[in-house]
C-alpha cells in the first residue's frame, strides 16, 4: 500500500504556490518493535508553518527542501509493536502532511473519543486553545470589567481568548473579515462586540466598539488592525504577541514613514506591555491547568468553538494559502483519511 | 527683592531654542499662613521636560505657554509660616524654573545635609535613580550572570543601572558618546564594558562586547543606538523603556522603511518583555525600599555618581539644549543658588 507525503519543493517567496509543494507517494512502512504505525485522520493547519518554510531564523528550525511539511494531527494506531499502545487507540500525533507515520511513541498523547470530538485536540483543547488560555491569563492578565480585544477572532486562537476573557468577566471584542464572521462572533461565540476589518468604517467601528479604551490586545494579525487598535490602548495596557499573520507573506520590509520610533512613544506615554511569546513555554507550568479548565468550559459551553474541514490531503495547499488570507472560518483542519469515531 | 522665573514663551519646532524661553522677574512672594518660602539651589534638568513643552499627548499634561518650566528642586526654606518647617531646612522640591517659590508643604521631603550631599536627592537618590532602580528590578529583573546594556550610560539613569546590575550579579555593558564618557565607566563606574555609539566601528565594538547576547536592554535613548542592540537580544530578553531622549526634538515620523513589523516580528521570535514605564507607578511599592537600599549602595561605594552642574539659572536653556544632544557629563543640574551645605 501506498503512503502519500507532501514535501517543501522550494522556499516560496511571498505567497506559497503549487511549486512550493511536491506530494509524493512513498510505500506505507512497517513498524518495528517499539514501533506503531498511525494513520493520519485529521491535520491541523497553523499560520506558524509559514514562518518554517523560510529559511530565516524563526523561534524553530526551517524546514529542509524535500522534508515532509511538520504539522499537529490527530491519528488513529494503525498496527502496534509498542507496549502502550494498540490498533484502533486514536492519539495526537505530530506527524506533519502525510497519510501514514511511523512513531516511537515520544510525544503522543492519547485521546478519549466518548469525552469530546477527537478533532478539539488539535484546536481548543489543542495548541491553539492553549496560546489562548496561556496567551491572555499569564500576560493580557485581563481584571472583570476590562477590555480585552482580539482580531482573527473567528479562529481557533481568537475565539478562544475572547471567550476566556468572558469567563473572567472582562469585556470581548472581537475583529474579524467580512459580516458573516462578525455575525459569528456576536451569535454564537458569545463576544460583546464585533468589528469588520474589511469594513470601509472600519476604524470608526472599532472606536465605537471600545468606548473606555483596550486594556487587553491580544496580537496575532499585525499591520493595519494593529495600528488602528493602537490608538485606543489605556494606560498600563497588556499586548501579548502570538503571532503576526498579516506580514507572514512579505518579502521586504514594507515603506515608509519608519512607525517604530511611534510605536516606541506609545509604549511610553501609556505604560504599555509587550509580550511576545510561543506557547511551549507554559507548558510545563499551565499544560494541566489549561486541560482541565478548557475541557470544563467546552463541556459546560462556555466556550465554543467553530472548525472549518477541508477534505483531503491533496486540498492542503489551496488551503493554507486561504488561511494565510484569512479565507477560514473557525479552525482549519484536513480531513486526511476517514474518521472512526465520526 | 526680584526672583527670577524662566517660563515656556512658545512651543519649540525641534530643538528648543532662545524663543523657546522667557525670563520673568517678579517681587519676591510673602508666605501666608501655612506656606513657606523657598529658595532654590539645585534645579535638575531632566529629557522628560521636553515632552511637557508640546502639545502633544504625552504622559503628563502639557504646560501651556506663559507657564515657570517645571523641574525638581532642591531648595532651603527662607521664611516658613508652615509648622513642620524653618528657616534653614533643605528640601526636595517641585519648584521648576524659577530662583524663588512658595509652597504650602505639599509634596515636600526635608533633606538631611549631614548624610549624603543634597544634590543627591536629585539624581542617585532622586527621580533618575529610582528609575534606574524600579525599572532594572521590577521590569529587567536580571539574574547573576546575565548580560544587561544601557545606553546613555554615564547619566543618572544609565550609571545607576549598570550599577545595580553589577550589585545583583550581572554584567553591566555601558553604551556613551565619545571615548571621555567611556573611559569613566570602567574607571568610575565600574562597568564591565564600554562602547562609543559616536564611533564608526560601534556595531563591531557592541558585538564583540555582548558575546553572550543581552538579557536586559534599558530602553533610555531609541534610534540607531537601539537598532544595534535589537541584534543582540536573547530569547526571553525584557526591555524596560523610560525614555527616548534621540527621538525627543523629531518633528515628523522618520522615513521608511517602516521598521516597526519587523520589531515586532523580534518581540515574537525572541518571545521579549517590552514595557514603558513612568517611575511614579512604583513609588508606592517600592520608594522606601529604594531610598534604604540605593543609600547604602551609595554610602559603601557600590554605587557612584557623576554630576555635571551648570552655574547660574540663565545658562539653564542651553544646558538643557546639550542634555537633549548628549553633551552633559553626569546628572545635569543648575546651581541657581549659593548651597549653604556646600
Redesign the interface.
Known sequence: MRATQVRLAERPEGEPGDSTYVFTHDEVPDPTDGELLLRVVYLSLDPYMRGRMSAA???AAPLEVGDVLVGGTVAEVVSSRHPDYVAGDIVLSYSGWQTHAISDGRGLRRLDPSVVPISTALGVLGMPGFTAYAGLLEIGRPKPGETVVVAAATGPVGSAVGQIAKVRGARAVGIAGGPRKCRALLEELGFDAAVDHRSETFADDLAAAVPDGIDVYF?NV??EV?RQVLRHVNLYARMP????VA?YN?T???????????????????????????QG?FTASHGQDFLREMSAWVADGSVRYLEDVVEGLENAPEAFRGLLAGRNFGKLLVRVGEDPTG
Open positions: 531564523e524563526s523561534y496580537e499585525g499591520g494593529t504577541v502570538c503571532g503576526l506580514t512579505a521586504t520590509a514594507p515603506a515608509g514613514p519608519d512607525r517604530l520610533p511611534g510605536f516606541m512613544g506609545l509604549v511610553l506615554r501609556k505604560s504599555l506591555t509587550v509580550r511576545g511569546f510561543i513555554e
